[in-house]
Each structure stands twice: as structure tokens, then as C-alpha cells.
């Protein structure tokens, strides 16, 4: 595709709910990041896949945050059990490998009521 | 881990005028991107740079790695240049870490 593609745009939920965040990365790509942005902060990284595998999961902040990426393109982030403190902006971006300049989506703005 | 210093916060221009943005950080790096974050949120990016200078248009930067910093250099800036700018390091592995950014306000 033309660009780093994220749905929904927007997600409102209950506390305690269950989300799923997805990522469509340009075509091509085979390095995925997925980062969380609050309201006045610089992103933070969440989780990079290298294909299919979770390179690096350090960022995830507990166990209730979980992504996966199948068939090395489309990934989803999923949080169970949502918290008021999981509202932010959940950004994806791909690159076509490793070390080589992200490029991010639109975002998804999560609000957990 | 890294730390990432961006200055300054916040930048107000009138059109027109020239500004440079500042990045300091603490440890080597591989890699350093400069982002700009419009109005809706859409982080686009400016630069790859690790070290050396860079032009594009009206934008260039400047990456010092040996002395940990970068630069952003906006020339005759206009109202669309508003947002907030990032840099952002990639240190071992690929993960990115952001500055807390610049607030560019350019009135017309």
C-alpha cells in the first residue's frame, strides 16, 4: 500500500473490556514497531516484529497487552482488561528491515471510559 | 537507558523567519530520525540521519554523532510547519526512543 494503514481510527470502550488495534504496514515491509503516545509526550515503543516473531517485547507494559502478526504482514495489538491509564494514541510503523528508517501510520486513538 | 534532551519546548515564529531545533543525547547511536507531527497527529518523516547534514527544501539537519546532537534547521517558515518535532534514536536493536519534542507555533 501507499502507507502504514491503522483501524480503527478511533476506539472507545469500557474499563474492563477487551480491544484489538490493527496495522496493515506498507507492502513490502518486513520489520513492524507498534508505540504508545500520551497526551504531550514523544511516542514510546511497545513491541518490533521481524517478520512472523516478536524481536523485542521489552516495551509492553504487563501482561495484559498482546500483539501478534501471523503471516508477517497485518498485526494486531489486543489488551484485555482495559484501564482508564490505557487511553492514548497507539501508533504503528513498518520498515523495509531492520535499522532502516520507520515510517508510522495515523494512529488509533484509543478512550477507555 | 538512552536519554534524549530536544530543545527548545516550545518556539514561536512569526512566517517567515528562520529557527533551529536542537537534539542532544547520551550514548552512541545508529541511527537518528527527525519526525514532524502535524495537527492530527500524523508523525511524517523529515530525516534519516545519523551523522552528516542533510537538505531538503526549506529543511535541512546536521548530525554530530561524536559529539551527541543534532539539528533541525527550518528556513523561511511558514504556517503549515506547525506541530510538534520529534527525534528519535534507534540505539541496539531497532526500537526508537523519542525526545519530548518542540512545539513550533508559526503565526501568519
Known amino acids: 500500500g501507499a502507507g502504514v494503514s491503522q483501524t480503527p481510527s478511533n476506539k472507545v470502550t469500557e474499563k474492563g473490556k477487551y480491544v484489538e488495534l490493527r496495522c496493515d504496514p506498507i507492502s513490502g515491509h518486513t520489520a513492524l514497531y507498534w508505540y504508545r503516545q500520551s497526551l504531550g509526550q514523544g511516542p514510546e515503543f511497545l513491541i518490533y516484529f521481524q517478520g512472523t516473531g516478536a524481536a523485542d517485547d521489552s516495551g509492553l507494559p504487563n501482561d495484559r497487552f498482546f500483539a501478534v502478526r501471523p503471516e508477517g504482514s497485518v498485526s494486531t495489538l489486543k489488551i484485555q482488561r482495559t484501564e482508564r491509564g490505557d487511553s492514548a494514541v497507539y501508533l504503528c510503523a513498518s520498515s523495509r528491515g531492520h535499522k532502516e528508517t520507520q515510517y508510522f501510520g495515523p494512529g488509533t486513538r484509543l478512550l477507555v471510559l | 537507558g538512552i536519554q534524549v534532551e530536544q530543545s527548545p519546548p516550545d518556539l514561536i515564529l512569526q512566517e517567515g523567519a528562520n529557527s533551529t531545533l536542537r537534539c542532544n543525547f547520551s550514548?552512541?547511536?545508529?541511527?537518528l530520525q527527525w519526525f514532524h507531527q502535524n495537527p492530527w497527529g500524523q508523525l511524517i518523516n523529515l530525516f534519516y540521519?545519523?551523522?552528516g547534514t542533510k537538505q531538503n527544501g526549506r529543511l535541512s539537519a546536521t548530525t554530530v554523532a561524536t559529539e551527541r546532537y543534532s539539528l533541525l534547521y527550518i528556513s523561511s517558515s511558514q504556517t503549515t510547519d506547525s506541530g510538534v518535532y520529534f527525534c528519535?534514536?534507534?540505539?541496539?536493536?531497532?526500537?526508537?526512543?523519542f525526545g519530548e519534542g518542540t512545539q513550533l507555533t508559526v503565526n501568519p
Open positions: 550514548d552512541s547511536v545508529n541511527n
Open positions: 528519535a534514536l534507534e540505539t541496539s536493536g531497532s526500537r526508537l526512543t
Open positions: 540521519i545519523p551523522s
